[in-house]
Structures are given as C-alpha cells and as structure tokens.
T-cell receptor, first 109, second 114 residues
Framework: AQRVTQPEKLLSVFKGAPVELKCNYS??????LFWYVQYSRQRLQLLLR??SRESIKGFTADLNKGETSFHLKKPFAQEEDSAMYYC???????????FGTGTKLQVIP | EAGVVQSPRYKIIEKKQPVAFWCNPI?????LYWYRQNLGQGPELLIR????????DSQLPKDRFSAERLKGVDSTLKIQPAELGDSAVYLC????????????FGQGTRLTVV
C-alpha cells in the first residue's frame, strides 16, 4: 500500500529564513509526487510536481528515490507563504492519489 | 472560469438524516473525484469517475454513501443516514482524462453532524 508521511504538523520560521517541509513516501512502483498548498480561506491548489522540475513561488522539491523523500524547500520564507502544505503521491496505472496529513507553515514577520 | 463549484458550502444536520452534496467540475474535465478531509488530516479519496463511470470506489463506504455522475458532468454525493463520524469537509476535484494531470479542487462542503 502507498503511504505519504509529513512528520511535522506545524513549522514556524522567521521571515527570510530557509524553509524545508518534509515529505516521505512508500510505494513499490514509480511514483509521481506533488505538493499542494491551501492558503487561508482558499481552495486546495497545486504548487508543483516533481516531473516539471520547476520552481514555483521560489519553492523547489527534488525527488530522492534512495531516501523516498520529496521535501519542499525555499531559501527565504515570505509572510505570504504561510499556508497548509500537502504532499501527494500519484500511483501510476491506477491514478490513485494519496495525500499526507499536511504541514502548516507559519512565517513569523 | 469559475473553477470547480460545490454546493452547499456548509451543512449542519442531525444524525440519521440524509444529506447530499453537489459538484460541477471544470468544463471539459472528464475525471471527477470526491474526497473526504477530516480535521487535521489530508484529503482521502472516496470515489473517482472517468466520465460517468466510477472507476475507483474502493474507499467509499457503500452501506451509507452513494454517488452518481449520470451525464458525465455534474456529480452528487449522498450520505444516508449520516453519522456523527461523517463530520468532515467533502472536496470535489476534476482533471483532464490524461495520466498525471493536475487536479483542480472546489471549495469543499463542510458537513457537521450533530
């Protein structure tokens, strides 16, 4: 069975500090990993996906198959980054999406 | 484009009563998902449709939950009868019918069963 683990429920950082939101997964096949974000009073939306290898709003995430991780990073946190972040795994053929429990990022001014 | 539209936004019902949620996906999106999100948890898939066919309903509690997408567009999710443990946010999402495409979420319906 596939599983996504986000060990931190809450991560508080000061503005300008680096951010790393942790995500580990277990899946026997070849995974597709995503990060979704939910800002206050807004709907859940895609932030980035590993196959795109792009930086969105300064965030990047690298898939590490050896460590089965897909941590989300940003070198300098901004107040507008405060939100709930969910890591998600898409299993190939079945199109089954499994979400982690989420991490609330709080950027302190 | 309004995105995925869900109604109602909030619903409070007494236990043992029925309740229904409605979802209108983004135009042209053949794949539709219903998720349940309990407090402090991530979304959990209940059912996925490809057009009008339910292709994954393995997580749907079929004794009290039902869903339909008759014309392959709008969808309804029903709970009958509701239990206290059904209190959650019910999310609808849609995507293009292609592998590995982004899912777009609605605002969700917050259900409180008292």
């Amino acid at each position: 069975a596939q599983r996504v683990t986000q060990p931190e429920k809450l991560l508080s950082v000061f503005k300008g500090a680096p951010v790393e939101l942790k995500c580990n997964y277990s899946y026997s096949g070849s995974p597709e990993l995503f990060w979704y974000v939910q800002y206050s009073r807004q709907r859940l939306q895609l932030l980035l996906r590993h196959i795109s290898r792009e930086s969105i709003k300064g965030f990047t995430a690298d898939l590490n198959k050896g460590e089965t991780s897909f941590h989300l990073k940003k070198p300098f946190a901004q107040e507008e980054d405060s939100a709930m972040y969910y890591c998600a795994l898409l299993s190939g053929g079945y199109q089954k999406v499994t979400f982690g429990t989420g991490t609330k990022l709080q950027v302190i001014p | 484009e309004a995105g995925v539209v869900q109604s109602p936004r909030y619903k409070i019902i007494e236990k043992k009563q029925p309740v229904a949620f409605w979802c209108n996906p983004i135009s042209g999106h053949n794949t539709l998902y219903w998720y349940r999100q309990n407090l402090g948890q991530g979304p959990e898939l209940l059912i996925r449709y490809e057009n009008e066919e339910a292709v994954d309903d393995s997580q749907l509690p079929k004794d009290r939950f039902s869903a339909e997408r008759l014309k392959g567009v709008d969808s309804t999710l029903k709970i009958q009868p509701a239990e206290l443990g059904d209190s959650a946010v019910y999310l609808c999402a849609s995507s293009l019918a292609q592998l590995n495409t982004e899912a777009f979420f609605g605002q969700g319906t917050r259900l409180t069963v008292v």
